[in-house]
């Protein structure tokens, strides 16, 4: 059965404190990981789609890349506005979603 | 170009009654897909609409069910709601990508609450 497990749940930053986020799949069939950023009460805003090992995204302090068993996403510098749960998902015969990692940056 | 809107934001039922939540899809898009989300948790695949026929299910009970209209629109009922039905509801649209998926876009969401 297709399986997402992302960690850690929950992570506490300093603001600047770089950091990275994981995501550990099982799926048959990859036709795509994605990542999702959500604020509490909304639904998720697109961040990155990635398709083949080895393949990486990069969008402000954010990079995504991936390996045939994760997903890594790293945060660098972080601003309190990147706080926020992290949600990965994978796409074989469904769309898979892990719980999320909770993600809190302190001035 | 429009994003994806859903209706209603909230919703409080009673247990046993039945529920229509409501999505207008981005534009250009045709496939919507419904997702389930408790409280602290990911997102669950219900179902997927593609051209207005079921393209895909979750692990859900036939008392949830879909319609998708001409213009990609899409509904999802509910029938005799259960306490654990109580979730965010989220709708999602996308084009369909073939043998790669293509991101999918989310609403805001529906907060339906069963008491």
């Known amino acids: 059965e297709d399986q997402v497990t992302q960690s850690p749940e929950a992570l506490r930053l300093q603001e600047g404190e770089s950091s990275s986020l994981n995501c550990s799949y099982t799926v048959s069939g990859l036709r795509g990981l994605f990542w999702y950023r959500q604020d509490p009460g909304k639904g998720p805003e697109f961040l990155f789609t990635?398709?083949?090992a080895g393949e990486e995204k990069e969008k402000e302090r954010l990079k995504a890349t991936l390996t045939k068993k994760e997903s890594f996403l790293h945060i660098t510098a972080p601003k309190p506005e990147d706080s926020a749960t992290y949600l990965c998902?994978?796409?074989?015969?469904?769309?898979?979603f892990g719980a999320g990692t909770r993600l809190t940056v302190k001035p | 170009e429009t994003g994806v809107t859903q209706s209603p934001t909230h919703l409080i039922k009673t247990r046993g009654q039945q529920v229509t939540l409501r999505c207008s899809s981005q534009s250009g898009h045709n496939t919507v897909s419904w997702y389930q989300q408790a409280l602290g948790q990911g997102p669950q695949f219900i179902f997927q609409y593609y051209r207005e026929e079921e393209n895909g299910r979750g692990n859900f009970p036939p008392r949830f069910s879909g319609l998708q209209f001409p213009n990609y629109s899409s509904e999802l009922n509910v029938n005799a709601l259960e306490l654990d039905d109580s979730a965010l509801y989220l709708c999602a649209s996308s084009s369909p990508g073939g043998d790669f998926a293509t991101e999918a876009f989310f609403g805001q969401g529906t907060r339906l609450t069963v008491v």
């Open positions: 990635l398709y083949s």
């Open positions: 998902a994978v796409q074989g015969d469904d769309m898979r």
